[in-house]
């Protein structure tokens, strides 16, 4: 069979063609360590990178949505210890006060501290996030916790503004937590009877002798102790959140740096494989060259 000069030619620039889009495709993956340029390298390998991908997006959301879940907790917690540390503080001055050897001007003065007390415990449940919504008052997050009312009689001025829904968070597949606590019933009921304690005693003309006086005092003390059993129990429910969120995202670092290992293992270039792959090319490219080098200096003269 005969070949033409012209589709000899034609056929090794094909063939050099080819080796040096081999070769330029091979040093690319090398210079990149990444086997996959496209998905035609290995379309199994490529749906499972895909698959971990996705896998590992989602984890990316859960993680975030763990953290902003903890920052959130986390502040709820601090405000709420310090809740309890005024009703503490409000408890000890009642116990005082319910003392039958404390003079009128004795409950007076006490009258002023339990005033700051409710103040400081009203401003508590006001808390707002970072956002600027209610930290406290369940889904209805733009409406006061608790509200006030002045002109309303003493016993009667602070109510429920907020419900006790919880705002779920999603921190895994199908699973959510609680991102938020609730305080408006438990500050309302305790701020009424608080603020008709400070009332009653304020002006310094009773004392826990009077009948009256004692009963106010004494339901106040109640309330306060209400709420602080109340907000230690939502303390207490916090910290053991927060172990299961700080499980979860553990839990979620391990798989995603599981993820990414495989990820690695199904793009990842083996070099050893890959210099030996180079020095063959370049060794038939070579040899090709070389000799369609000699064969084009042939000539059918040189046999006459």
Not at 100 to 122: C, E, H, I, K, V
């Amino acid at each position: 069979m005969r070949v033409s000069s012209t589709q000899y030619h034609i056929t090794v620039n094909a063939s050099l063609q080819n080796s040096n889009a081999q070769l330029e495709k091979l040093m690319g993956q090398m210079s990149t360590g990444n086997r996959l340029t496209r998905p035609s390298d290995d379309p199994i390998a490529h749906v499972r990178i895909s698959r971990l991908q996705r896998e590992e997006a989602s984890i990316a959301q859960y993680k975030d949505n763990i953290g902003a879940l903890s920052s959130r907790m986390t502040q709820s917690e601090t405000i709420m210890s310090s809740i309890n540390s005024d009703l503490l503080s409000a408890r000890d001055l009642l116990v005082w006060a319910l003392d039958g050897g404390n003079s009128g001007a004795d409950l007076g003065a006490m009258a002023t501290n339990l005033a700051s007390l409710r103040d400081a415990l009203y401003a508590g449940s006001l808390t707002k996030d970072q956002e600027g919504t209610y930290l406290f008052s369940g889904t209805l997050s733009k409406t006061a916790t608790v509200l006030y009312d002045a002109t309303a009689p003493a016993g009667s001025r602070y109510s429920v503004g907020g419900n006790a829904e919880q705002q779920q968070v999603v921190v895994g597949n199908g699973l959510t937590q609680p991102a938020n606590v609730t305080l408006g019933d438990e500050m309302s009921a305790m701020l009424n009877a608080l603020d008709k304690a400070v009332d009653t005693i304020q002006g310094g003309t009773t004392t826990a002798n009077d009948p009256t006086t004692r009963a106010i005092l004494q339901s106040a003390m109640a309330g306060v102790d209400t709420a602080m059993n109340q907000v230690s129990t939502k303390i207490s429910k916090l910290g053991g959140t927060q172990n299961i969120i700080s499980t979860l995202s553990t839990d979620w670092n391990n798989l995603s740096t599981a993820n990414k290992t495989a990820v690695l293992d199904y793009s990842q270039l083996d070099y050893s494989t890959a210099a030996v792959q180079l020095k063959t090319l370049i060794s038939a490219i070579e040899a090709t060259q070389s000799a369609y080098g000699k064969v084009s200096k042939l000539s059918l003269f040189d046999a006459l």
